[in-house]
């Protein structure tokens, strides 16, 4: 037990005397957490637009005002022809514009119905479907206002009333920094020790392997559980996502999702020869991956068949699904317990696969 | 006791499946003695010493290491044995003092023995007052010398060295040196390769290992009468061409 612990104490002095080490364990996290945040919202607020009026009545007056009164938009420019949409895209940075056929409000009054263009610039695809949405809407309701008639659908967004993007992202951030702190970080501070030679002066001397490579992995359990309270505190103190779920079981399953990474940082250690193989290994097997199929930024249900499949391989996907549940959904382990056994499943796999590969090493 | 034999090796066969690195060695090592292990590189010499310090085990034959068998005892013998390579000699971002007691914590030793003997070598290094300093402020020649204080630090009856003064001035080996016959008369006996000859010359015996066998174990001087040169080089020469 001496032993271990003095291996925890080394491994400690290596993570606290490494200015890198610590960015990447403490500020990275936070930075992440607070770019994701703040930064790449798909949410759209103050889009600035312009009007181009050609009635200029009470009605459409009366309408521009509505879509001011939204947080969305902010008119920049007032057209007064055709001829200046184009260059108002171009020129300024106007995201749409709205154009009101003549005798809007006379048309509108007497057939009921009364034209209105939205003109995007869909070189922000995104951007634009989302300004077009928010404006159709604002529209429709003033007319089912003015006649109530016809078919009124209300819609109301569960889990996530005001549609945040943010709420979507947490669970997403949570997997890729535990990823690249446990899985990463463990692999390169393991091969590290392989580079320098000092593997082997540990091997020889009475440290038991298993002693080495759980006093390895002890400071980045430890970091890990760090980095995931500060990830739930920042994420309900300063952008208000709850955890409706049980804390202390969204605590449990972070901690097993933190220790698949580390048997995944294992096995990538076994198999990489040196630090650099190791970050590229954890980078491109892990990182790219948990970002491109794990659900974190694409919905898996648009992806091909086939990357459908190879998602189900990807843990982080699984996890995601699980904080999804715990945090906005308020699930408990019976709704969860399916991908909890799946977690559990890929660690005794990488945990098998590293001590097969281990073993045969110690072999030579 | 004069003679009491710290390694016994017999029949020592190492195969990687169909390449064989070790064929059968046979030799011992007595108690305080120095023992050069030489070959070209390749030889073999390596997988006989990792054999040794239980880093790996034989396909057959008897290793008793301290003794204690290393296959059936690996952990015994592990805590008998110190180690130190050219390739790794300390934790660079610790300090002295912190390098110190993480082995010898790891190698058992209690505080009070740690901290006694521990200052103790220092002071003979005159590092005591600089216990403090990272490793990685400390030169290549010191931290070799301090390196091998380490792997002597919890009192092994076998010290390997592997090629320890690959890279260090003249001076420092010299000195280096005068470490090892320090420790040998306290009783430590010193397994050593290198690709040094005139080290060779400084143990008490030598073997030369040429393609996985032992093709010379004697002492320097009458492994010069054989061969009928007049330096180790040339006996080294004449059987690893």
Redesign the interface.
């Known amino acids: 037990m001496n032993r271990f612990l003095a291996f925890v104490k080394k491994e400690f002095l290596h993570i606290f005397r490494d200015v890198r080490t610590m960015m990447i364990l403490f500020i990275m996290p936070i930075a992440q957490i607070l770019i994701f945040g703040f930064a790449i919202t798909t949410e759209i607020k103050n889009a600035s637009i312009a009007i181009l009026d050609k009635s200029k009545d009470e009605v459409t007056r009366e309408l521009t005002q509505k879509l001011l009164a939204s947080d969305y938009y902010t008119v920049s420019d007032y057209l007064s022809s055709e001829a200046e949409i184009e260059s108002s895209f171009t020129k300024g940075r106007n995201k749409m514009v709205v154009v009101y056929e003549p005798q809007f409000a006379q048309n509108y009054e007497k057939n009921g119905v009364a034209k209105v263009q939205l003109l995007c610039d869909a070189s922000d695809p995104n951007t634009a479907r989302i300004l077009s949405q928010y404006a159709t809407g604002i529209f429709a309701s003033y007319g089912e206002m003015a006649q109530s008639n016809g078919i009124q659908a209300e819609v109301r967004m569960y889990y996530n009333e005001n549609l945040d993007g943010f709420y979507m992202s947490i669970p997403g951030i949570m997997a890729m920094i535990l990823m690249l702190v446990s899985a990463m970080m463990t692999s390169i501070s393991i091969t590290r020790e392989k580079e320098l030679g000092s593997m082997e002066v540990l091997l020889i001397s009475p440290l038991k392997p298993i002693q080495i490579i759980f006093g390895k992995v002890t400071p980045y359990i430890l970091m890990a559980i760090v980095n995931i309270l500060s990830i739930l505190a920042l994420s309900y103190w300063v952008f208000n996502v709850p955890v409706k779920g049980s804390m202390a079981l969204l605590l449990f399953e972070c901690i097993l999702f933190t220790v698949l990474a580390l048997s995944l940082g294992i096995l990538i250690s076994t198999v990489a020869k040196n630090q650099m193989v190791a970050m590229f290994m954890s980078l491109f097997a892990l990182m790219l991956p948990v970002i491109l199929l794990s659900g974190f930024i694409f919905p898996i249900d648009n992806m091909p068949l086939v990357l459908q499949w190879l998602s189900n391989i990807i843990p982080p996907k699984w996890f995601i699904i699980i904080v999804k549940t715990i945090m906005l959904k308020g699930g408990g382990l019976a709704h969860v317990w399916k991908e909890t056994l799946i977690l559990v499943a890929f660690i005794v796999v990488f945990v098998g696969l590293s001590v097969k590969k281990f073993n045969v090493r110690l072999q030579d | 006791m004069e003679n009491e034999q710290v390694i016994i090796v017999r029949d020592l066969v190492k195969k990687?499946g169909d390449f064989t690195a070790n064929a059968g060695l046979n030799f011992h090592v007595d108690k305080g003695e120095i023992f050069g292990f030489l070959g070209a590189n390749g030889a073999g010499k390596t997988t006989a010493m990792r054999i040794l310090?239980?880093?790996?085990?034989p396909t057959s034959g008897l290793v008793e290491v301290a003794g204690y068998n290393v296959k059936t005892h690996a952990?015994e013998v592990?805590?008998r044995?110190g180690?130190?390579?050219q390739?790794?000699s300390l934790?660079e971002?610790?300090t002295i003092w912190?390098n110190m007691?993480?082995?010898s914590?790891?190698?058992?030793m209690n505080k009070t023995a740690f901290k006694e003997r521990g200052e103790m070598l220092l002071r003979k290094l005159e590092l005591f007052e600089k216990r403090n300093r990272?490793v990685s402020t400390l030169s290549l020649g010191w931290k070799q010398k301090l390196a091998f204080t380490v792997a002597i630090l919890h009192e092994p009856s076998i010290v390997?060295l592997d090629e320890p003064t690959g890279g260090v001035d003249p001076i420092t080996r010299r000195q280096f040196w005068e470490m090892i016959y320090e420790a040998a008369d306290n009783g430590i006996t010193v397994f050593v390769t290198t690709h040094y000859m005139d080290e060779a010359e400084y143990c008490n015996r030598v073997t030369i290992m040429v393609d996985g066998r032992i093709d010379a174990l004697d002492t320097p001087a009458k492994l010069k009468e054989k061969y009928q040169v007049n330096s180790m080089n040339d006996v080294f020469l004449a059987l690893a061409r």
């Open positions: 990687f310090c239980g880093l790996s085990s952990e592990k805590k044995i180690y130190m390579s390739k790794f934790f971002d610790l912190e007691r993480f082995f914590t790891v190698y058992g990272l390997f």
